[in-house]
């Protein structure tokens, strides 16, 4: 430490020394950055498997959230990857789409093992998710909505979309679980006239244009729901919300497995 210490030489050191720590974090990211440049065709709304204690530590949230077992919440997370006829779906649309030159086959769920948990636990009568991209999280709620109405527990999936080509992964016998409504998603959100009990906010993701969802549903939540927020990571409008609102709220931060992303998360919005 002496050398560290004299004006010209010690601070050179401590940069390299420094920068040395620092590349420690990026090395990784780096790493899996380079890999993915080459076997990965997504340019957008990135897909990827969680790190398994980060997979834990949501189960736990979700547990604690709803009241549940954490064993529960775990048993219904492998009834999903474990989902082969799901998988094959997944795979076989996206192969045969025309924008399958930007989107892998395989399926990667990420932080929306959480939300087909929250599914299966709540039993919902009405799932709303507002922008649905492909249909990734339209499929994984539909396939709960199916062993949700096969345990005597019918409901019905919602989604909106701008884009007329979204959600082509809904298909099939997924489709008969929930339909899309195309155009603004305020606008769909505003003519909706029955009760929601599960809300995804995954739309334009704009501060105003999320605050403005969430005040459209606030009279229509069933008095159990729950609100998602995808884009809790970047604003805090659903935490205004719920406070304002008198309802709980927690942040579960992602943590993918071998993807330079460093993940987004879910905002959760609850009442006890």
């Known amino acids: 430490m002496t050398i560290a210490k004299t004006p010209l030489l010690g ?6 020394y420094r ?23 997504e340019i957008s709304n990135f897909t990827y498997d ?4 980060n997979e834990r530590y949501l189960a736990s949230m979700i547990a604690d959230i709803t009241n549940k077992s954490y064993d529960l919440v775990m048993s219904y997370i492998r ?13 076989q649309l996206t192969r045969a789409s025309g924008s399958a030159f930007i989107a892998d086959r395989e399926a990667r769920y990420g932080r929306r093992i959480g939300w087909y948990a929250l599914a299966r636990i709540l039993k919902p009568g009405v799932i709303i998710e507002t922008g649905v991209d492909k249909g990734l999280g ?28 979204a ?13 899309i409504l195309y155009g603004d998603s305020i606008t769909s959100l505003k003519n909706f006239t029955g009760t929601i009990d599960l809300f995804i906010n995954d739309s334009d993701h704009s ?10 549903i606030a ?25 304002k609102r008198g309802r709980h709220f927690v942040f579960f931060q992602e943590k993918p497995a071998k993807h330079w992303y460093p993940g987004a998360g879910i905002g959760f919005s609850f009442t006890r």
């Open 167 to 179: 959600g082509y992964l809904m298909s099939g016998d997924y489709a008969n679980y929930g339909s």
């Open 50 to 53: 969680l790190d398994e204690t």
């Open 207 to 216: 501060p105003d244009y999320e605050a403005e969802e969430y005040r459209v």
């Open 219 to 243: 009279d229509k939540l069933s008095r159990q729901a729950v609100i998602l927020g995808d884009n809790a990571h970047c604003t805090d409008k659903l935490l205004e919300f719920s406070l």
């Open 19 to 41: 920068a040395r720590t620092a590349w420690r974090y990026f090395r990784e990211p780096l790493a899996n950055l380079f890999r993915l440049l080459f076997v990965s065709r």
């Open 11 to 16: 601070r050179s050191l401590l940069v390299i």
């Open 79 to 91: 009834e999903l990857k474990e989902d082969d006829e799901l998988r094959r779906h997944i795979h």
């Open 138 to 165: 339209a499929c994984l709620l539909a396939v709960a909505l199916r062993r949700n109405a096969r345990e005597g527990h019918p409901g019905r999936y919602l989604g909106t979309d701008i884009d007329p080509g």
